[in-house]
């Protein structure tokens, strides 16, 4: 856990995005060697959905400590790291903050979201305010969180990071790409490639549509019914090129996010055989990819990082809700035809230094973490702790059991969510009636942020 600085940095995460931003993260600061300490909750990764997000960060499974939450406070007073990463969902996040205060050796706390996160969402700033840093990924994202956080009253410091799974890297060698080293000018005006004395490695003609599905994205299951039978339709029209379903969880696993109508059950039993699943990594899924689909995933951007062409489905609208506006003006939006006929776009150049394409120079998030140390240790930095629970004990209980689930086996922590469940729907109900009137919403897709709880119904406990 320690770099050539002696800083000595612990990410504590969950659910499977959030284990693969994490390490992804950590993993590209050179000689950093971080520890990943997955706490038990009903979304914490399956030791192969770990195996997956690991793959390709520099992290090994040495590397990985599994605890359940009531150890969590004792495994960090004898690691006393400098840093902390909070990677998990915003309750996660506020309940790890509760242990982290209970600390005798306060380590400076860093969050972050995973992947894309426009439109800013109330609750993602929220329940990260007690943080010292907050991880963002492009100047649009910055300037929509800021944004966010001064409608609300929140200040929460950020910086800027590269999505660390999708800086721009080369795919190996294909046969109909060989690498041309130098043209030369022959008698007779022929130009000819002179190819590398060694061989170079290379991997079958990239032909696959990979599609990332998502869990949240459209939400009505005759919009992803319609995507299904456009998947069937795109493997029909080409039996040569294979159609992949980029799934994030096999039978049984959890995810971040809950898939209510999962493409599995959505997919016909007899369906094409060139119509096929993979649950590795997007990063192995994207090596025979000539075209990625998505609603809104982050793999889009992990794809046009390989240069690879993208598809965001616009043919259910384009909306907060959709969590596509940010491809507003990118080229990359298009419907289910331009996928059967595989009409896959590359972006528009200007669209992408404000989205997460910015130059690497401008990625300071671990320069940032360093000066918090720096003032931490200087005793300059002071705590930023989280207040007791509004409700007192009760509710303080009612939020560990949301979050843990059946790990939670306090009578404290069932007796809260006997009597808060309801009271947290009545509560959230109330809050959706009252909306904003200055553009913050969930309908207006002319801002960056939402004032407004989110749509999505995702409840941790499952």
């Known amino acids: 856990m320690t770099d050539a600085a002696g800083i000595r940095v612990v990410a504590i995460a969950d659910a499977d995005s959030f284990v693969k931003w994490s390490a992804a993260l950590l993993g590209s600061v050179p000689g950093l060697r971080p520890h990943l300490l997955l706490v038990r909750t009903p979304l914490t990764a399956s030791v192969e959905q770990q195996r997956t997000a690991l793959a390709g960060t520099g992290l090994r499974s040495e590397d990985v400590t599994r605890v359940g939450f009531a150890e969590a406070a004792g495994w960090l007073e004898g690691q006393r790291p400098d840093v902390v990463l909070l990677a998990g969902r915003g309750p996660f996040v506020r309940l790890m903050g509760r242990v982290i205060d209970s600390l005798r050796h306060r380590p400076v706390t860093v969050s972050g979201l995973p992947g894309m996160a426009i439109p800013a969402q109330r609750g993602a700033l929220d329940y990260r305010r007690h943080t010292d840093l907050l991880v963002v990924h492009s100047h649009r994202e910055q300037r929509a969180f800021a944004e966010l956080g001064r409608h609300i009253g929140v200040a929460v410091p950020t910086a800027l990071a590269t999505l660390p799974f999708a800086r721009r890297r080369e795919r190996m060698l294909r046969p109909e790409r060989i690498r041309v080293e130098a043209l030369a000018a022959r008698p007779g005006g022929v130009a000819v490639a002179e190819r590398p004395a060694r061989p170079v490695a290379v991997r079958p003609p990239a032909t696959d549509i990979v599609f990332a599905a998502q869990a949240l994205v459209p939400v ?133 230094r404000d989205n997460y394409f910015h130059a690497e120079a401008e990625s300071t998030w671990w320069d940032r973490v360093q000066e918090l140390v720096a003032l931490r240790r200087a005793g300059a930095l002071p705590a930023r702790r989280l207040p007791a629970a509004r409700g007192g004990a009760l509710h303080a209980a009612w939020h560990r059991a949301s979050v843990l689930g059946r790990e939670d086996r306090t009578l404290g922590g069932s007796l809260a969510l006997t009597i808060g469940a309801p009271a947290t729907r009545m509560l959230s109900a109330v809050r959706r009636r009252s909306e904003p009137t200055d553009g913050g919403t969930w309908a207006d897709a002319a801002t960056d942020y939402t004032l407004e709880p989110n749509p999505f119904h995702d409840s941790i406990r499952r």
């Open 220 to 352: 009505a299951r005759e919009e992803r019914a319609e995507i299904a039978a456009t998947l069937v339709r795109a493997a029909e029209a080409d039996p040569a090129r294979r159609v992949v379903v980029k799934l994030r969880s096999r039978p049984g696993e959890s995810e971040t996010h809950l898939e209510r109508d999962p493409y599995t059950e959505l997919l016909p039993t007899r369906r094409p055989k060139n119509l096929v699943y993979s649950h590795g990594s997007m990063a192995s899924a994207l090596e025979s990819a000539a075209g990625l689909v998505t609603v809104s995933s982050t793999a889009a951007i992990e794809a046009l990082a390989l240069g690879i062409p993208v598809i965001a489905l616009d043919s259910f609208g384009v909306s907060k809700s959709l969590l596509n506006t940010v491809f507003v003006g990118s080229g990359l939006l298009g419907g289910r035809s331009e996928v059967v006929g595989g009409r896959f776009r590359h972006p528009h150049p200007e669209w992408l």
